[in-house]
């Protein structure tokens, strides 16, 4: 079992900048694929960004290239989503989750590839 919390939500004007951090229980951090979804209200849980295992290999979605940065550091069992740039569409309930499951050929974009989820934390950018 894998618990996850997430912290560094809040209020923040468009411009502006957050990071997320997610705290993960267990001693097999390293071997968890992490990632980072969000869900608006009214909408589905959309993808974010994820992490390979060995923190080498990045994926973040269109709508986030080059303003937001995924990271993970092992040590302390946590991974990272550094929000710059923020614009109102990007207000919504950030989810981190952990995959323990090889799958070959993806960039673990789809929610079902992950196994353990946070409860969330809120971001709202105002414009």
């Known amino acids: 079992q894998v618990h996850l919390v997430e912290s560094g939500g809040g209020l923040v004007q468009a411009g502006g900048f957050l990071r997320l951090s997610c705290a993960a229980s267990g001693r097999t951090f390293s071997s968890y694929v992490m990632g980072w979804f969000r869900q608006a209200p009214g909408k589905e849980r959309e993808f974010v960004a994820a992490i390979s295992r060995s923190g080498c290999n990045t994926y973040h979605a269109e709508s986030v290239k080059g303003r937001f940065t995924i990271s993970r550091d092992d040590a302390k069992n946590t991974v990272y989503l550094q929000l710059n740039s923020l614009k109102p569409e990007d207000t919504a309930v950030y989810y981190c989750?952990?995959?323990?499951?090889?799958?070959?050929?993806?960039?673990?974009?789809?929610?079902?590839?992950?196994?353990?989820w946070g409860q969330g934390t809120q971001v709202t950018v105002s414009s």
């Open positions: 989750a952990a995959g323990t499951t090889y799958y070959s050929g993806t960039i673990y974009s789809r929610p079902n590839e992950y196994d353990y």
